[in-house]
Structure formats: C-alpha cells, structure tokens
C-alpha cells in the first residue's frame, strides 16, 4: 500500500510558476518509477510527465515540454513538478502517481496503481 499526498497548487497568473510536491509513504520510495497527470472537468485524464525510479529518463507531453520539470528527492519520498510560464489552459487537478513495476508505457494511466487525491491548478488569463 502507498499513500501519496499532493501540495503545492494554488492561483497563479498566466506566465507565473507553481511547484508541486508529492510526497510518499507505505513502499519503498526509490524502487518505482512516479508520474503526474491532470484533470479538467468533462475531459479524459491528460499525461503531464513521469520519471523513472533513479530520476535519469523523464518523459514529458508535448504541451508542457520546455516549461515543466519533474524531479525527484528519493531520500525525502518526494516527487516534485517545477512548471514555469504557466498557461490558461493548464488549469486543472494534478494528480501523482506509482508506476507499476515492470511497465513499459510511462505515459498510459493504466500503468498506474496508486494515486493522490489531487491538488488544483488554477491559471487566470
């Protein structure tokens, strides 16, 4: 069992930054790889970026390649999003997540199993 606990969202102004945090417990935090997702409203569950269990590959969407950085603190059991130059249309719930052990499509929610309760992001224009 893991518990994951986002933080870090909040209001920010189109072009700002937020860094988001998410911290583990329950497994051992530098054996699984960890990604984040979001959520609007009406809308499918959106890739964002993932890292691997060492941090040495990320992979990020497109949409936010060059803006967004995903890191991770193993010592500390925290995943973290650094996202510059923030966009109206990243508005939404961030969620992190564990990827599953031996999967091989960081960018599919389904290789996910645990998850956060999410944290909001909102961008005004």
């Known amino acids: 069992q893991v518990q994951l606990v986002e933080s870090g969202g909040g209001l920010v102004q189109a072009g700002g930054s937020l860094r988001l945090s998410c911290a583990a417990s329950g497994r051992f935090f530098g054996s699984y790889g960890m990604g984040w997702f979001r959520q609007t409203p009406g809308k499918e569950r959106e890739f964002v970026s993932a890292i691997n269990w060492s941090g040495s590959t990320t992979y990020y969407a497109d949409s936010v390649k060059g803006r967004f950085t995903i890191s991770r603190d193993n010592a500390k059991n925290t995943l973290y999003l650094q996202m510059n130059a923030l966009k109206f249309e990243d508005t939404a719930v961030y969620y992190c997540?564990?990827?599953?052990?031996?999967?091989?499509?960081?960018?599919?929610?389904?290789?996910?199993?645990?998850w956060g309760q999410g944290t909001q992001v909102t961008v005004s224009s």
């Open positions: 997540a564990t990827r599953r052990v031996g999967s091989t499509k960081p960018r599919e929610d389904y290789e996910y199993d645990y």
